[in-house]
């Protein structure tokens, strides 16, 4: 019999709870700006300050976002749901209540498909989606008070809670990403999990493998990037698989991750006291989507990475790593698919694009909407290469001169001299040239050293400055070896 | 005065006067009106100054009313005396050793001693027409959703209306119409037409119609003084067919045909007639049942079986919505804060919340337990009990179940029947000093204005003649849901019955 490691011995169990902040222009419930940065308290009113006699009035992008999240997710978009208040005390939460969904929220039951570090493919469940309002932040570092900043009461979110389908930190890191991902494509969040515009809680407990009980669990936030979801999570697992290991019990808390220390400590013990006494929100009538509005929405939904995956894949004949890689961000999509109407030649695009566009954008830290080279003139610079005017090597040169100068691809090859030299007779003097100054080499590689022919190879580009046709190179050398031999 | 001059001074410049031009009108002090504090007679709010008008003040403003100060209520509209004032108790202009009614005291103290023309006031459980009833004005708690609340501190947001007191039927029906309406800040608003409530004509004309089909109720009353077709002479059936096969006692007389054009079926519920009414209000209330049926009207008592349930019903939900709308009275923003001295004891301190800090624990502690009074602590701890975890169903749930019953009871009678008539409160307004000291004995004089929130439904608070000790009689119609103006009817056609 073999003894199980404690790691094989127990399944983690994980759900996570991810707050996305609506990119709506105003606030959930009144009309102050979202807008970000600004100073301290100056996106601000007597509603989102809780002033007496103040009244919310939903704001109806937020909850086309939601619907669109909830179509993307294959939810059941609820098309009556109900506002509640969950009331507790703190000093950023100005009416001692903040306004959610309970009982019924606007989005369902639904799933999210992730792929797993072996490729293959898990279904997430996605238990629901509900609207509410963020609370302001409270600032403790300066001096003995905290200070108040009401900007961020109000503005939108959307709770989204996975079922405890997530088997590890790497699974959830997936599903994270590619949960900001479709919030990315559908345009209704700008998943900035550094500025808190994403944020991730996650339900961790472990048990015996067949167990199909929850073992005890714990709750651990504060992980603000995708790293840290995976460091923290894995790290409270091993913390719970030592403790029952020990023989000791794990206790129901709230952990906050440290991600400087890459440890997590409690926050605080008694979970059970919080009492939200949830109630409907007598302030708002039940939310009721109209079919059309909702049909109107579904019609309207954008591509998601999954379907351009598949097209990618399937219409343009690219390599799933392509594809993945080309609908990572909305933006590279939007860029590749504007310039692939430009060009029958999708995997030299692809290339180009992978290796030189998203290095470039990378480096700059811009994005590629504002990239200098249109798709338009990459497209170009492709059909440059596939029609054998220039060699990829040169292709590059081409594109860090286009980086800075607004001409056409032909243009710069033409003012710069950069074309290929595919001419067989041209070639030809030069590499009989090159043979004969080099007697040595000939006779090494005629002594069957066939990696010499590199050597030749270098020798033409050098003479060439680059531009020869490797191709017409490589066979006329050939040839040209061949019959020297003989 | 300045007001005035301004508003005189736009008229010669050519401007038509609004329809409110120069009326004289005070704000019961829980409605948010730029230039005055808001106080909702509360400690906690003492020299709050609000940073925006109530929809409603904007409303009679553009309408050339002059606004001339603040009324005087309950603390956040809770009680019915008017006693539960952080700054003192008011006194009924009609008997100065007796409580003028509450929550909005002020208001009706202030129209029945002639201090402004209309008083506006806040009803959640009958906090118009109860002090309308004790001070003898009269006062209209519009169907829920007609006045938008923005601007009204809220007590208990789903039950919460805003009306008009006053000392004529047509100024009440002028401001109602001023005041009403959807607003866009408001989302439970009502959106839809409203029929127009002024001029108010004493009898009805062609603001409503029946709402019953005798096609569908074979067994019931044809009116004989409706005009009955030629070709259907012999449908015309007996007026005393009952409606159930319950019996009612029916007061009916042959109908004056001169005086109306169309005959109001009223329905007297027996539940409100019963055991604690005060027999002078009882018999006053049945003088006026016996004038309508003089003038013609069909008057049938009926039952309203939950009615037994509304006052715990309406204890229930209306103190878990106060318990949330009142959390936001932190000390943290505006309003009164205590001071931290330390002296909290730990229990104290743990039971506020376990990621709080002692000196915020304590800040909170201190700052609610200073500056809310007596009435408003022992409504929020109800309320939050009534939420809590493990009774939410048992109480709340079960509440909300009762309201539907109850508004349920009234669609039924609704169906039949154009009016409820009822007294407005069990007994006369208390001397000083003589007031029930068991919280629950004051809540069980709301027993006959709290369904009428519960429902959502109009009703109008009508002075009907004088006790034997000089103290204000009074009446209460029920309408349905947005038929104020049937309501006002009634009232101006007993306005002008009983001079």
Known sequence: ?486 | MQKAEVLLSSLKGGKAPGRLFGAVIAVKDVISVVGMPLTCASKMLEGFQPVFNATIIDKLLSDDALIIGKLNCDEFAMGATNTNSAFGAVLNPVDKSRVPGGSSGGSAAAVAAGLCDVAIGSDTGGSIRQPAAFCGVYGIKPTYSRVSRYGLTAFASSFDSIGPLANSVDDCALVLDVISGYDPLDSTSYGGKLPSLSPISPFVQNEFTYSFNPDEHPNLAQDTNTPVSDEQPNSAQDTNTPVSDEQPITIQSPADTKDISKKLKIALPKEYFGEGLNPEIKSAVEEIASKLVEAGHIVEEVSLPNTKYAIAAYYVLTTAEAASNLSRYDGVRYGKRSKINGTLSEEKNRAVSEEKSGTLAEMYINTRSENLGKEVKRRIMLGNYVLSGGYYEAYFGKAQKVRRLIKNDFTKIFKDYDLILTPVTPEFPAKFGEMPTDPLAVYLGDIYTTSVNLAGLPAVSVPIGCSSQNLPLAAQFIGKEFEENTLLSVAKMLESLLQ
Request: net charge negative; aromatic share 6%; proline share 6%.
């Open chain 1, 1 to 486: 019999m073999i003894e199980l490691l404690p790691t094989e011995k127990y399944e983690p169990v994980i759900g996570l709870e991810v707050h996305a902040q609506l990119k709506t222009n105003t606030k959930i419930f009144c009309s102050c700006s979202t807008g970000y940065p600004a100073p301290p308290n100056s996106n601000v009113c007597p509603v989102c300050l809780g002033h007496p006699g103040v009244l919310p009035v939903l704001n109806e992008s937020a909850v086309e976002f939601a619907i669109k999240l909830g179509i993307a997710l294959n939810s059941r978009v609820n098309l009556r749901s109900i506002f509640a208040r969950k009331n507790y005390f703190y000093p950023d939460l100005p009416k001692g209540y903040q306004i959610s969904q309970f009982s019924l929220p606007v989005v369902g039951e639904g799933e999210l498909e992730i792929t797993l570090e072996d490729g293959t493919k898990k279904k997430i469940g996605v238990t629901r989606a509900h609207l509410e309002e963020d609370a302001g932040k409270s600032i403790h570092d300066r001096g003995d008070s905290t200070l108040v900043d009401l900007n961020r009461s109000g503005v939108p979110l959307l709770e989204i809670v996975s079922h405890p389908d997530i088997r590890s930190g790497a699974e959830a890191a997936s599903y994270l990403r590619t949960l900001r991902q479709i919030l990315l494509y559908l345009d209704i969040c700008d998943g900035n999990m550094e500025e808190g515009s994403l944020r991730c809680d996650a339900n961790i407990s472990v048990r015996l493998r067949g167990e199909t009980r929850f073992g005890t669990k714990t709750e651990v936030k504060n992980m603000n990037s995708f790293k840290n979801v995976e460091k923290a999570i894995n790290f409270e697992i091993a913390r719970q698989i030592d403790l029952l290991e020990e023989g000791r019990e794990v206790v129901q808390q709230t952990l906050l991750w440290n991600a400087d220390k890459g440890t997590a400590s409690p926050m605080r013990s008694k979970e059970d006291s919080h009492d939200y006494r949830y109630f409907p929100d007598p302030d708002l009538p039940p939310l009721e989507i109209s079919n059309e509005w909702f049909e109107k929405i579904k019609s309207e939904m954008p591509e998601l990475p999954a379907r351009k995956v598949e097209r990618y894949t399937n219409e343009f004949g690219l390599p799933p790593y392509d594809a993945g890689v080309l609908t990572q961000q909305p933006e590279t999509s939007r860029y590749f698919e504007e310039a692939a109407g430009f060009t029958s030649a999708r995997k030299e695009l692809s290339n180009l694009i992978m290796t030189e566009v998203l290095k470039v954008a990378n480096e700059k830290k811009i994005s590629l909407a504002e990239f200098a080279i249109e798709p338009k003139r990459l497209a170009k610079l492709v059909d440059l290469i596939t029609s054998g005017v220039i060699s990829g090597k040169i292709a590059k040169d081409v594109f860090a001169i286009m980086l800075s100068d607004e001409s056409e691809p032909e243009e710069i090859v033409k003012r710069e001299g950069l074309s290929q030299i595919s001419d067989s007779d041209e070639l030809e003097k030069i590499i009989t040239s090159i043979l004969n100054d080099n007697p040595a080499q000939v006779a090494e590689y005629l002594a069957g050293k066939e990696k010499i022919l590199g050597f030749f190879v270098g020798q033409v580009m050098k003479q060439t400055k680059g531009k020869a046709n490797p191709a017409t190179v490589n066979s006329l050398l050939l040839s040209l070896l061949k019959r020297s031999s003989g």
